[in-house]
């Protein structure tokens, strides 16, 4: 086997930044034109949802917070929008650099040339103590890094617009569902593969519970192509194999590729795991095409009007 102690890494704060906090779009200050058929009716099944105390869960891919959108997700979340966020490994990766460095996302296709891609010592050093410390509570993947975040203020200066930490002060489960091996923080020397599945995990099992709550309530995907549909749809099986009713839901996946222009091919998970399936015995699922710089701006304006 490989002997990960002698991987090399180099400290982030000498790395270039493609995304950084000074970018971060502020909720109020941006009047997005997006809209799509049927956008306002799902708008308006959130309000309805969260009015009659139902969940929201917003799963998302990492391109959203390295679109600047941090602020937009804390500030769903303190409105009583978002009652669940899910996502996976690189969210909450590029969401904890941005706490502590102020900047993510580097040049992939240069860094991965000579190696040094992903070997940052903070991040894989800093993250992996959480995550195992996390695992020896009993923690799930998030609550290990809101609560590593609130033991080391010092080291994180952007608390203010970290997601994953905000969740956890607002009590809002924040949950990561890890593929292992396709997260930089697993390249690290020090990674524990063992305490990363059994804080993910525990996640998994957090997911189920807001998940058997939806009867009423509304699931949201923005962007996250195979982890969000793939873990959604077997948390709906564990569900309704429990019993619980989870037939007048409502679900809608806003998809990235035709935003970013070439051929749309609808047969793939997110359209088949969120929109159709889930609905499949009553309710109703929308599939929208936006950039999210555009869709999540306006789902914030739309759904807090009258509120």
Known sequence: MVDFAKIKTWSARDRVNLVNV??????????????AEGFGVLCGCVQNARAASRP??????????????????????KDGFITHLAGNGACSIHDFEL?????????????????????????????????????????GYGESLGVYIDDNPDRFPHKDICVAYQAYKLGVPA???????????????????????????????????????LEG???????SAVIGPEVFLKALSIARNLGHMTENIVTANFDLRASMGGDVDYYYRPLKNIVSRPVSKGGKGWHFSGDHKETIPALYNKIGENS
């Open 22 to 35: 000074d970018g971060l779009l502020i909720p109020g200050q941006d009047t997005p034109t997006w809209d």
């Open 217 to 223: 309530g509304v699931f949201m995907n923005f962007g």
């Open 56 to 77: 929201v869960i917003f799963s998302m891919g990492a391109h959203v917070i390295k679109s600047g959108l941090s602020r937009y997700l804390i500030a769903l979340m």
């Open 99 to 139: 706490a502590y460095l102020g900047g993510t996302s580097e040049h992939v296709p240069t860094a991965i040339e000579d190696g040094s891609f992903g070997m940052w010592e903070e991040t894989g050093a800093w993250m992996n103590e959480a995550i195992q410390k996390g695992a020896v509570k009993g923690l």
């Open 175 to 213: 949950t990561y569902h890890i593929a292992l091996g396709t997260d930089i923080i697993h390249q690290h020397p020090t990674v524990d593969f063992g305490a990363i599945g059994v804080t993910s995990g525990v996640d998994f099992k957090k997911l189920c519970k807001s998940v058997m709550d």
